[in-house]
């Protein structure tokens, strides 16, 4: 069964930090590419099974993806935080899991929101 729980969102003034956790349940984690998406729909920040972390252009600099694969475990750190990155944030497969119904299965998210 695939089970994607994110965490450590929360409300933080601009420049500040946060670090997002996603906790994956499923043997597909260890073997797949994983990503950050934002609103279940821009892929932001990716790595791969070994570790090859790939940022999209708004969050490079700022943004640092990490994995455990021991522990089924993604990380984002976030730092210099801009208004701009207000959204929610999902974590996923890059290419999300298809679910039974035929659309994209995802978590329940977590909120980031960047204001002062």
């Known amino acids: 069964q695939v089970l994607l729980v994110e965490s450590g969102g929360g409300l933080v003034q601009p420049g500040g930090s946060l670090r997002l956790s996603c906790a994956a349940s499923?043997?597909?984690?260890?073997?797949?590419?994983m990503g950050w998406y934002r609103q279940k729909r821009d892929l932001i920040a990716s790595i791969s099974k070994d570790g090859t972390p790939n940022y999209a252009d708004s969050v490079k600099g700022r943004f640092t993806i990490s994995r455990d694969n021991a522990k089924n475990t993604m990380y984002l750190q976030m730092n210099s935080l801009k208004p701009e990155d207000t959204a929610e944030y999902y974590c996923?497969?890059?290419?999300?899991?298809?679910?039974?119904?035929?659309?994209?299965?995802w978590g329940q998210g977590t909120q980031v929101t960047v204001s002062s």
């Open positions: 499923g043997d597909f984690f260890s073997i797949s590419p």
């Open positions: 996923n497969t890059v290419g999300p899991i298809a679910d039974v119904s035929g659309g994209n299965y």
